[in-house]
């Protein structure tokens, strides 16, 4: 409790000199500051305690993922060259024209890459024959070379190109009849030296 009173009989603490309550008269002279006690300036020189914020709890809706805050400011990936993507793409290069049996009339596309030639149903060209394994021959383009090679699986019956048996493997050329068991198929070539797929997905 103040213990000191002002001319005008305010109570104030007895450190002061001045009296907050009075008016001040106008001298002319500046301001005097007020003499506080050391412990009022202690408190009020200290800054403010930080309220501490509430924790995020995440909401979980169901069928919707959230993504994790590093997930969020992490950057984007680049965006992939149309080059590489076209390199990826397996272009037609070639068919094979299936010319007897359950299957005469089809064509069967060839791509880039290996395709798979057997009577498995995942093979890219399927041949309905039990005298065909599960995976007989692969029929490879290799773009760089414009080359068609045909390599026989390590099939039971072997892999025949114009009724002659591959060992292993032969290059093939247009108009060649493969046959695999009893069925025959006429390959027709897409690329060749002057007629071929480039980097960027254009045929020359």
Same mark, same amino acid.
């Given at each position: 409790?103040a213990?000191?009173r ?5 109570f104030i603490?007895e450190?002061w000199?001045?009296?907050?309550y009075c #008016?001040? /008269?106008e001298t002319? &002279? +500046?301001?005097?500051s007020?003499v506080?006690?050391?412990? $009022?300036?202690?408190i009020?020189?200290? #800054?403010? /305690?930080?309220?501490p &914020? +509430?924790p995020l709890?995440p909401?979980t809706v169901?069928? $919707? ?5 590093a997930?969020?400011v992490?950057?984007?990936e680049r965006t992939?060259?149309s080059a590489q993507i076209?390199?990826q793409k397996?272009?037609?290069v070639?068919?094979l024209?299936s ?6 009339g ?8 290996r ?7 995942r093979?890219d060209v399927?041949v309905?024959d039990d005298?065909?394994?599960?995976h007989?021959a692969?029929l490879?383009?290799r773009p760089?070379?414009k ?10 019956n072997?892999?025949y190109?114009?009724e ?6 032969r ?9 695999i068991?009893?069925?025959r198929?006429l390959f027709t ?5 002057g007629?071929?797929w480039d ?6």
């Open positions: 409790m213990d000191k002002c001319d005008n009989g305010h603490d450190s000199d001045i009296c907050p #008016p001040q /008269a002319g &002279e +500046p301001e005097v007020i506080r006690p050391r412990a $009022v300036e202690a009020a020189a200290a #800054p403010p /305690a930080p309220r &914020e +509430p709890r909401v169901p069928g $919707v993922s959230v993504p994790s805050p997930a969020a992490a950057p984007m992939v060259a076209n390199a397996r272009y037609v070639g068919w024209v010319i007897n049996g359950s299957s005469r089809e064509s069967f596309p060839v791509r880039m890459g395709n798979v030639i057997g009577r498995d149903r093979s399927v309905n005298q065909a394994s599960s007989h692969d490879v383009f760089e070379e080359r068609f090679i045909l390599m026989d699986h390590n099939s039971t072997g892999t190109v114009n002659s048996e591959i060992e292993p493997r290059d093939l050329s247009a108009k060649d009849v493969i046959r068991g009893s069925h198929f070539p897409l690329c060749h030296d007629f071929h980097d960027e997905g254009l045929l020359k």
